[in-house]
């Protein structure tokens, strides 16, 4: 079976035959979730389901989910299953059913449905779980005595629900085997392969250590599909299944390496296959190269590759076309129908950022080319943890690639001073999650949130919940902050890229500043709040005060947003989609794709095109209706947000249609005016455009007004009359600049006639070594030149020196008899310019340098002199 029948026929044998809600991958991208960087388990995306805190559509749930880990990096390629990508098959049961389903149900499927020999299957239990125990003695044609008991088998991570888990093993034969006479389950060899893991969550353990029953007992169980895939296509690895391999003849034909030839090169082969794949799954699901967060780990995995790609021998750019053969491998597959619909755009990103690390690759070599002499020259042969740390943070150089130079030239890293410097920045991250972890969803399973309501008119309601660091609290007192569920809300929650409605909540004895509003998985709505004076409870009633000033700027800010995209399409192209947006009260921030900038002039024709859509007036139409019908009338969807099967559709008849559950304006006209403020590059092919709408529109264009009235007065014309007179003024400013430059070019060939008088004869070489009076460097240079032309195996020395900014400038100029002769004007100026504190290089025949030493420029030339002598051959 293929990697994409095997996943449609344990998805279909738990929708169809086992009743289970069928449910399409998550995002990588985590949802609701700040304590994740990705998606890395099956069961990451219903967290909030197994805690019971939100009800799941249905008790049980199937998905087929596509994750990323990369803890184990290093290990992909040496071993026969770690990737940093895989999907994981799963069946979920929350509170539903439970252990005599679930082993039955798994035994069911690999033994009828995949047809594995049942004498080649064991399972794994607890000790202590003889439930367990019993049910897998009870499956029809399992060998009671392949049961092994494990204490390693029981799930916790610290206190909260827990329990013992079973997982099921194949035997692939004693010549899979490390051949010791103990080998057997839970062996660290290849011959028993886990393929199945049930975990029965069936505890809550308590901080002192006391596991009580969970009243609702739930099912997480998982089956990685590269896994089972590598058992039913017969191969001693994942890498060789039909998921993985096709890349790796991709990248053997690119490099002329041969798979199998050499345990060495299969290594990166095999790197490079599953990085390729994890780098265009990432970029599909909306992840992009960055310096930070889940960017950041795309840009190390595509990094990896590329300079596996180089110890292979490639040297040209390669990964574009590894993406063809992602591409091909999940052309059938249903969840990554976007794979197809975004393959150009995925190779622009991962070709543009591949560039770019080439010049990275080149630049970090050079640097720690740099770093190694220095270490050197100090007596040392270990290049210190702070150096390899910022070639590594700063300039994207791999760490493994900075210690594998290091080897080569008889030196190491000080790996331990580099995982200090790597955990404070562990550190860092961590407490910017914490930060985030301020309003972590609490336990709602005892509200009633099915009757809590929406309802833009309402003025008052009551407080249903209040937590706190994702505990729920009883009461607030003044300057708490917190989250805060009302059992009626105006308030429009954050969502595609608005943020929530701003307010006050006001009761008998105090006021609450309700800074935004936000939506729990089950389309709860939550307000971030922060008690400015009094303090509130779980029952009081409020007086609801939404900021309608606010309010109605972010719906101008969102409308205009979606003006603008239509716009884009219809000047800059149909290329254009949205890659991401971000609507408040102050501004619109527009992110699309576009492989280049937006020129000035189309800029200016966008702009104007919604200033003239905004000038008609028309009414913005909202209507609900199914997803098919509102694709098929045109209307514009964003690329991985999910959508039900009802959709709401906000409309600008005759110039706009998009799929949007935010807040939009009445009339368009309301927006009152539009203004483009920046457009910039943000990403490998994404573009970032800035702008204000309503009265931050008037008072910018206010602003710019004021300035050109200023100008005109300064300028003591009229304001239509600035641009001829700023013409005028600078084309005298021009003419003045061209006569001081005559000036200084007469005032240097005397300075340079006058320096004709200072030659010395120092061995070969006939030096003048002066400090002058120069304008800036090229004054000095253009000084040194005329000197040297008018000398025979002549070397100039020059030092300029500014007295008010304390700074130095040093140029040496050797003639070609003088390079001849032995002279180097880089190792002179070099030496020299340390005497004023600074440094510089360049060619045996001409070198600058630079300095902040004043005090020092006449020991700089006469150490250039000293020098100039050590050099005469």
């Known amino acids: 079976m293929s990697g994409n029948e095997l996943r449609e026929a ?23 979730d700040p304590t994740l960087l990705m998606v890395g388990a ?9 805690t019971g805190k939100v009800k799941p559509p249905r008790g049980r749930i199937t998905t087929s989910q596509r994750c990323v880990r990369t803890g184990d990096i290093e290990n992909v390629g040496r071993t026969a299953r770690h990737q940093t990508y895989f999907e994981m098959l799963g069946n979920f049961s929350f509170g539903d059913y439970f252990k005599k389903e679930a082993i039955p149900w798994s035994w069911e499927f690999l033994t ?31 060998d009671p005595t392949h049961i092994v008991k494990l204490e390693d088998n029981f799930w916790e991570i610290g206190p909260g629900p827990c329990g013992p888990d079973t997982e099921i093993f194949i035997d692939l034969g004693e010549e899979r085997g490390c051949g010791s006479p103990t080998c057997g389950v839970g062996c660290d060899c290849d011959r028993y392969l886990e393929i199945w893991n049930n975990v029965f969550t069936q505890f809550d353990r308590t901080e002192e250590g006391t596991y009580n029953d969970l009243e609702h007992k739930n099912i997480d169980t998982g089956m990685g599909l590269e896994r089972i895939a590598s058992v039913m296509q017969g191969v001693k690895n994942n890498f060789e299944t039909d998921l993985l391999f096709p890349i790796i003849e991709y990248a053997s034909k690119v490099s002329g390496v041969q798979y199998g030839a050499d345990a060495e090169t299969d290594i990166s082969l095999k790197v490079i296959a599953d990085h390729a794949r994890s780098m265009t799954i990432m970029i599909m699901d909306g992840i992009l190269p960055s310096n930070e967060g889940r960017g950041y780990v795309l840009r190390r995995i595509l990094r990896r590759a590329v300079r596996h790609g180089r110890m292979l021998g490639i040297k040209d750019k390669f990964l574009e076309g590894a993406v063809d053969a992602v591409c091909d491998i999940y052309a059938d597959a249903s969840d990554f129908e976007a794979l197809g619909q975004k393959k150009e755009y995925i190779k622009k990103v991962i070709a543009l950022e591949e560039d770019r690390f080439s010049a990275t690759l080149e630049q970090g070599i050079e640097l720690l080319d740099g770093y190694m002499a220095e270490t050197k020259a100090a007596g040392s042969k270990v290049l210190s943890g702070e150096l390899g740390f910022k070639l590594y943070d700063t300039f994207g150089f791999p760490w493994e690639l900075t210690e594998e130079i290091l080897h080569e030239n008889d030196m190491e890293l000080d790996k331990e001073a580099f995982d200090k410097e790597m955990q404070a920045q562990r550190d860092r991250a961590r407490a910017a999650r914490a ?31 209040i937590w706190k660091d994702g505990a729920l609290v009883d009461e607030l007192q003044d300057g708490d902050e917190a989250g805060i569920i009302l059992d009626v809300t105006p308030f429009y929650a954050e969502g595609g890229g608005q943020v929530g409605d701003k307010g006050v909540l006001v009761t008998e004895f105090g006021r609450i500043q309700a800074v935004n509003a936000k939506k729990l998985p089950d389309g709860t709505v939550y307000h971030e709040c922060y008690v400015e004076e009094g303090q509130l409870k779980v029952g009081d009633k409020v007086e609801i005060k939404v900021d309608q000033n606010v309010k109605l700027a972010s719906a101008r800010n969102h409308t205009a947003t979606h003006l603008l995209q239509a716009a884009l399409k219809r000047v800059v192209g149909q290329q254009v989609n949205q890659a991401g947006s971000s609507v408040n009260a102050d501004r619109l921030r527009f992110d699309f794709t576009n492989f280049e900038p937006v020129s000035a002039q189309q800029l200016a024709d966008v702009e104007e095109l919604v200033n003239r859509e905004i000038l008609k007036g028309t009414d913005v139409v909202i209507e609900h209706m199914s997803k098919d019908e509102a694709t098929g009338k045109g209307a514009m969807a964003l690329f991985g947000e999910k959508y039900g099967d009802v959709v709401r559709v906000v409309s600008v008849p005759g110039f706009s249609m998009e799929l949007c559950g935010g807040s939009h304006v009445t009339n368009v006209g309301q927006i009152g005016l539009f203004k483009i403020i920046s457009e910039t590059g943000v990403a490998a092919g994404v573009r970032r455009i800035e702008a204000i709408t309503g009265q931050a529109a008037l008072d910018y264009a206010f602003g710019k007004m004021k300035v050109v009235a200023e100008a005109a007065a300064r300028l003591k014309c009229h304001e239509e009359d600035v641009i001829a007179r700023v013409d005028d003024v600078l084309a005298q400013s021009k003419d003045m600049q061209q006569q001081l430059a005559a000036i200084h070019a007469e005032q240097a060939k005397a300075d340079a006639a006058a320096l004709g008088d200072r030659v010395q004869s120092v061995g070969a070489f006939s030096v003048i070594a002066a400090r002058v009076a120069a304008n800036d460097m090229d004054d000095l240079r253009s000084m040194a030149d005329m000197t040297c032309d008018k000398l025979d195996t002549g070397v100039v020395v020059l030092a300029a020196v500014n007295e008010a900014e304390g700074k130095v400038s040093l140029v040496v100029k050797a003639s070609k008899a003088a390079v001849a002769a032995g002279a180097h004007a880089g190792k002179v100026i070099k030496e020299a ?27 700089a030339l006469a150490k250039a002199v000293e020098i100039l002598a050590s050099q005469s051959k």
């Open 42 to 50: 099956g069961m990451a995306p219903f967290k909030a389901y197994f």
């Open 833 to 859: 310019a340390r005497l004023v504190g600074g440094g510089g290089g360049g060619r045996p025949d001409m070198a600058q340098a630079g300095g902040k030493n004043p005090a020092g420029a006449e020991d």
């Open 112 to 142: 009828e449905v995949l047809e594995l020999p049942k004498d080649k299957l064991w399972a794994s239990i607890y000790p202590k779980d003889t439930e367990a125990e019993e049910l897998w003695k009870a499956q029809p044609g399992f």
């Open 10 to 32: 344990y998805l279909q044998f738990f929708a169809e035959k086992k009743g289970h809600l069928r449910l399409p991958s998550a995002s990588l991208i985590p949802e609701n």
């Open 435 to 465: 930060e985030n972890e301020r309003y972590a969803i609490p336990d709602l399973q005892g509200i009633d949130t099915a009757a809590l309501k929406v309802d833009l008119s309402a003025r008052e309601g009551k407080v249903v919940a």
